[in-house]
């Protein structure tokens, strides 16, 4: 079947713009986690949701950065005002239950200029 | 210090020869342990999962954790060029997986 999917896959924006990325999970799968990976890093969590309840946000860097998943299915990062250290891969990953394996689709590669 | 610590490499053997990564860790109650393979520009996929101490063996692969010691091990044995990625340790807390920073692998034919 279907694995996690990430849309767009590159992201240039311009420092100050706003950008929305957005997550397909694994269908049926209940619980949805955001991770960034800086160049040469290991992935960092950011936020997690079980359906459409953001349970966890205690990775987001700052105020700027806001994640929903309003369904249950579907889920957007948002980063307003962005800025140069935000360039990263932004990663979504998605379980069936909340410590089950978590699938991780292929990020999406944020650069701001 | 980050909880899961990971030497970044890169390291660089031939085809066929056996092949050790190596994390620490520094949170004692950590109880699960991971190791993910990333290739480039694709997302970290699981390869192993351990739970507490001991050896786990899945083909060519072999996951090795001392909790005495906070140690973590992968073993990879007749190595092969599709080996080649990068390898990321890693633990898990509630809802959060937390990963070392990874370790470039190359296999020279």
């Known amino acids: 079947g279907a694995g996690v999917s990430q849309s767009p896959r590159y992201k240039v924006a311009k420092r100050g713009q706003d950008v929305a990325l957005r997550c397909d999970p694994i269908s049926g799968h209940v619980s949805l986690f955001w991770y960034q990976q800086a160049l040469g890093q290991g992935p960092e969590f950011l936020t997690y949701f079980q359906n459409e309840a953001q349970l966890d946000k205690s990775g987001l860097p700052s105020d700027r950065f806001f994640a929903e998943r309003p369904e249950g299915s579907v889920s957007t990062l948002k980063i307003q005002r962005t800025q140069q250290e935000d360039s990263a891969v932004y990663l979504c990953?998605?379980?069936?239950?909340?410590?089950?394996?978590?699938?991780f689709g292929p990020g999406t590669r944020l650069l701001v200029l | 210090q980050k909880e899961v610590e990971q030497d970044p490499g890169p390291l660089s053997v031939p085809e066929g020869a056996i092949v050790s990564l190596n994390c620490t860790y520094s949170n004692s109650a950590f109880q699960y342990f991971m190791w993910y393979r990333q290739y480039s520009r694709k997302g970290p996929e699981l390869l192993m999962y351990t739970y507490s101490s001991g050896n786990k063996e899945d083909g060519r692969f072999t996951a090795q954790v001392d909790k005495s010691s906070k140690y973590i091990s992968l073993f990879i044995r007749d190595s092969q060029p599709s080996d080649s990625a990068t390898y990321l340790c890693?633990?898990?807390?509630?809802?959060?997986?937390?990963f070392g920073s990874g370790t470039r692998l190359s296999i020279r034919p």
């Open positions: 990953a998605s379980s069936s239950r909340t410590e089950e394996t978590q699938y």
């Open positions: 890693a633990s898990q807390r509630a809802s959060k997986i937390i």
